[in-house]
């Protein structure tokens, strides 16, 4: 979809993207603040949790958080906040014909909160419920834990942490939060849809909404470490092996570096005829591999999972190994560089069929620093990824030997560190 995007930087210290969608038909809003549980006191890291869900619940105007959901969706309309580590993000769409009216509620919500006992009390059993949800999802599980293995801050808290913690936080400590936190300082936002002709009107509301004022708080660093043997989870219940690798380049690649690894995640294990993925279903051994990478502000992850019978995961080991040292020693075919190239394309311009995809685009390296990404560029980016840059990028991701594996499963402790040497090669 063609689209145009401008830059608007308003008196109250907000600021933030407006992306003209000529042809849209929704609009669709995104509100990020630096206001998550890295933000929260950490006896008390629910307080960012629990504030998040009653922001969008009663209010100065409607003070009931059930009829407030009813008139926001009731010409279909979505809301929704999201809280990460360092972020909230506070998310709406509609149909075009009431965006004055949903983006109007939405900061009425974030600037007016009504924080009332009597929700607190059943946000709390809310949070709680969804805390224990998650003590049920093995990849969460896993995941969860071995982040606060790699952190040597000792600051992440996992899930158990957090419903341990939950008993520390009153209606006091959300009130705290959202008074250290929500302010037009720390607010960036990304607004998506048909712009032409509402700009004057949407800086108004904006301009309006009636937050404090304070900073926009820095992006954290990360404290990163190796683990010197794996990190297991014992799960009678758990028949397979599911296993988290990860290793650190100790600091932020560059977009160059990152567009490379990019594509070696799509040679790797994108498709169903990638490098490793496509070897092991072909002999039978996973339904699925994934690899990732994460660029934070001083350290980047790049990191390999799966769920495999405990009979076959040496023989995925045996491809994810053979596989990463062929790109290490530089032995890369043309031909699936190509077939790679191919794919990020035709999956780039897929996902630029709604204002959503664009918001979430644009929003992902603007909320981290302030950048504004050449959207029209992005098809070349991918062409000029070549072989040297995609073996220099893998490169770089071993050769600080900051690393780690953590398993899930049952009985397998002992096995785990065989596991875990077999993968040194990569590092040496």
């Not at 401008?6 to 603040?33: Q, Y």
């Not at 992006?219 to 990163?224: E, G, L």
């Not at 219940?237 to 160059?256: A, I, M, P, Q, Y």
Request: aromatic share 10%; proline share 2%.
């Amino acid at each position: 979809m063609k689209h145009s995007v401008e830059e608007v930087v308003l008196e109250n210290g907000m600021r933030g993207l407006l992306i003209d969608v000529p042809e849209a038909t929704v609009m669709n809003f995104r509100l990020n603040l630096r206001a998550g549980d890295y933000f929260a006191p950490p006896e008390q890291v629910e307080a960012a949790h629990l504030m998040e869900h009653m922001v969008l619940g009663a209010n100065e105007r409607i003070r009931s958080a059930r009829k407030f959901n009813a008139e926001f969706q009731k010409n279909g309309a979505y809301n929704n906040a999201i809280t990460s580590y360092v972020s909230m993000d506070y998310v709406a769409e509609c149909a075009d014909f009431e965006w004055e009216r949903i983006l109007d509620l939405l900061l009425l919500s974030m600037s007016k909160p009504y924080f009332n006992q009597e929700e607190f009390e059943a946000e709390f059993g809310n949070v709680k419920e969804e805390l224990t949800g998650y003590l049920n999802n093995h990849n969460r599980i896993l995941h969860d834990e071995l982040a606060q293995q790699f952190d040597a801050s000792g600051r992440y808290k996992t899930d158990t942490d957090h419903l341990e913690t939950l008993k520390n936080v009153d209606i006091a400590a959300v009130k705290a939060h959202y008074k250290k936190t929500h302010h037009s300082d720390n607010i960036r936002f990304v607004i998506a849809g048909r712009i032409h002709g509402r700009r004057k009107r949407i800086e108004q509301l904006l301009s309006e909404a009636e937050f404090g004022r304070g900073e926009r708080f820095a992006y954290p660093t990360a404290a990163v470490k190796g683990l010197q043997k794996p990190y297991y989870v014992e799960r009678q219940e758990f028949k397979n092996v599911l296993f988290g690798l990860r290793t650190f380049k100790l600091r932020r690649l560059s977009d160059n570096e990152q567009d490379a690894l990019s594509m070696v995640d799509t040679m790797l294990t994108d498709t169903l005829h990638s490098l490793i993925l496509g070897e092991a279903r072909e002999k039978g051994l996973v339904y699925s591999v994934w690899s990732a990478f994460d660029p934070g502000a001083n350290a980047t992850s790049w990191d390999f999972g799966a769920q495999v019978s405990k009979q076959n995961i040496e023989a995925l080991f045996e491809i994810i190994i053979r596989q990463v040292q062929r790109i290490q020693k530089g032995d890369i075919d043309k031909d699936d560089i190509e077939m790679a190239k191919q794919y990020r394309l035709g999956a780039f311009q897929m996902g630029s069929q709604t204002v959503g995809s664009f918001v979430r685009r644009y929003g992902g390296r603007y909320f981290f620093d302030g950048t504004i990404d050449d959207y029209s560029a992005i098809p070349e980016r991918i062409k000029s990824v070549n072989k040297t840059r995609m073996v220099d990028a893998v490169r770089t991701m071993f050769e600080d030997d900051t690393w780690g594996i953590g398993i899930l499963s049952n009985d397998q402790e002992a096995y785990a560190e065989e596991l875990r040497k077999k993968l040194e090669v990569l590092w040496h």
